[in-house]
């Protein structure tokens, strides 16, 4: 700023001593103006004199009023420096302060700074030295120890020397016993070791009888109950119907009238039926009755209720078949989906994937045994859930896999393979999870169950499937059942005769008594059990009784 003034100072300067020559020039030439006018007129010399008067007084004034303006520039200029000095100077001033504060804080944090550092190396030393001590008293603790051990090593040698001398003697005296054995006896040592390992084995098998039974026992007394306790708790809550139904639907029909009118003019409309259903119908001497026969549940359920309208329309002709099929067809699909979302709805059951919610509904149309498949999965789902909650386990994956265990059902007449191996297909084709998937693939056990749900579904499908009334079989395979159920138990040594009893459900097996003693029935008894388990399907549980009986007889004389 200071150097800003002077500059104009000088500026100002160099103006006012230009406008003072440029004075001076017209000055001289006034002059000389004068002097060559002279002669010539007085008016026009007064004038010029008069104006020379004017010039003179301007550049009088303008000389006055540049040396005021040049001493007023000259004032502010050095106001300026001085307070650029005073300003300079009390910015030093605060600059000097502050610096002196910096270094007094930075001294002050130094101080604290040092003052830690001090206080955790005299820590550090006391550490130091408190560790010191307790080396220097473990030292001397592992010199007292070595000490011992040398004694006791001393000790051991002069006792080892002790046991090889006894060990000598031991074996001469064994040699000797081992002779005098072997003459008593009449048995080599061979033969004697394999006479003692036959009796430590039978000790050993009888001592693993009695512990494995005082197992079994106290799980009974425990296991057993609880589980019972959960069993009959599920099967209290779960109260769901069945309809037993088989591969023939039976239609009935208002007069004997309307079977000629269903076989139609040499046989057309019946034909059109058939073609159109894929459902065999059999028109007999049965009153009122025509039967339908096929083995896929849906299109019979079709014809039946195609055939039902017919009746009541009283239209009975080709083209009215294909078109009543057509539309009960269009129907069936919109109850199968409304049937399958009811059943996962009812089952609490959320996010199923709709074509999945389809298949779920044609199980309405599917038996087993007598047992409509639909109604035992929603049971199994029930049972599953009140036992998973009473166990504390995942409800919603037990009441979920209970659902669709037997969904493989619903197609197995469609696609090749099991109904559990078309189950886990379906199941892993709409992304279901891997526990569900095992729960599906073990439910008969096929594999090994990698959750506690798995064997959840296999109790509750077991519950379901062989409570009294649920299913029903054929006499046939009622005697086959057993017929093979007693061939299995008389395969076994020494069983002298066994009987299926309780309709199945209880095998009773005589064994001989000279043959079998009391620890080789219980054997017997759990390999029968396991033997059937393996190679028998049946529903529900048998129970597997072994009977040893001995009797002595005496005549009196």
Do not use: W
């Amino acid at each position: 700023m200071f150097v800003y003034v002077q500059i104009n100072v000088i500026q100002m300067r160099s103006n006012s001593h230009l406008d003072y020559i440029k004075i001076k020039e017209n000055n001289n030439m006034t002059s000389n103006l004068l002097f060559a006018i002279a002669s010539t007129e007085l008016v026009v010399l007064f004038c010029a004199l008069t104006f020379v008067i004017g010039v003179v007084g301007g550049v009088v004034a303008i000389n006055i009023f540049n040396s005021k303006q040049i001493l007023k520039s000259k004032g502010k200029a050095t106001k300026i420096i001085e307070e650029a000095y005073a300003e300079a100077k009390a910015v030093k001033k605060e600059s000097i302060l502050e610096c002196k504060e910096e270094a007094q804080r930075i001294k002050q944090d130094t101080d604290l700074e040092v003052k830690d550092r001090r206080l955790e190396i005299q820590r550090l030393e006391e550490r130091l030295i408190s560790r010191e001590e307790s080396l220097s008293k473990k030292d001397e603790a592992l010199d007292k120890k070595m000490e011992n051990i040398e004694h006791i090593k001393e000790n051991l040698i002069e006792k080892e020397k002790h046991l090889e001398d006894a060990g000598e003697e031991i074996k001469q005296v064994k040699a000797q016993a081992v002779g005098e054995l072997t003459k008593i006896s009449g048995m080599t040592k061979e033969e004697a070791k394999q006479e003692i390992i036959k009796v430590c084995e039978d000790e050993a098998k009888l001592d693993a009888v009695k512990m494995m039974r005082e197992i079994e026992e106290e799980a009974r007394d425990t296991a057993t109950k609880k589980a019972k306790e959960i069993i009959s708790l599920a099967i209290q809550k779960c109260a769901a119907d069945h309809t037993q139904e088989v591969t023939v639907s039976v239609v009935s029909i208002p007069s004997e009238d309307i079977k000629g009118r269903i076989i139609g003019r040499e046989g057309r409309n019946i034909r059109a039926i058939e073609q159109a259903t894929g459902v065999e119908l059999i028109i007999d001497d049965t009153p009122d009755v025509i039967t339908l026969s096929g083995f896929d549940p849906v299109r019979r359920e079709v014809a039946r209720i195609a055939l039902e309208k017919l009746i009541l329309d009283g239209r009975i002709h080709p083209a009215r078949i294909e078109e009543l099929v057509d539309k009960v067809q269009k129907d069936m699909e919109t109850t199968i989906k409304e049937t399958g979302e009811n059943a996962a709805f009812n089952a609490g059951i959320h996010n199923l994937h709709p074509e999945l919610i389809k298949v779920l509904g044609r199980l309405k149309y599917r038996t087993s045994y007598g047992q409509n498949c639909l109604n035992h999965s929603l049971e199994v789902s029930y049972l599953a859930g009140l036992m998973a909650s009473e166990l504390g386990v995942d409800v919603k994956l037990a009441k979920r896999a209970g659902l669709l265990h037997d969904i493989g059902k619903a197609v197995d007449h469609e696609f090749e393979g099991t109904h559990i191996s078309i189950g886990v297909d379906l199941a892993r084709k709409y992304k279901e999870s891997d526990a569900l998937i095992n729960c599906i693939e073990a439910h008969h056990g096929g594999v090994e169950c990698t959750c506690i749900e798995a064997v959840l579904i296999q109790a509750a499908d077991a519950i379901s499937s062989a409570r009294p009334g649920a299913r029903r079989e054929t006499l046939e395979n009622y005697i086959k059942r057993l017929q093979g159920l007693e061939a299995l138990a008389n395969g076994f040594k020494g069983v002298e005769k066994s009987y299926a009893i309780q309709a199945g459900r209880e095998i009773r097996v005589i064994v001989k008594p000279d043959e079998i003693n009391d620890n080789q029935a219980m054997f017997l008894a759990k390999e029968l059990a396991k033997k059937i388990e393996e190679e028998m399907d049946y529903p529900g549980q048998i129970k597997v009784n072994v009977i040893r009986e001995v009797r002595k007889t005496e005549i009196a004389k």
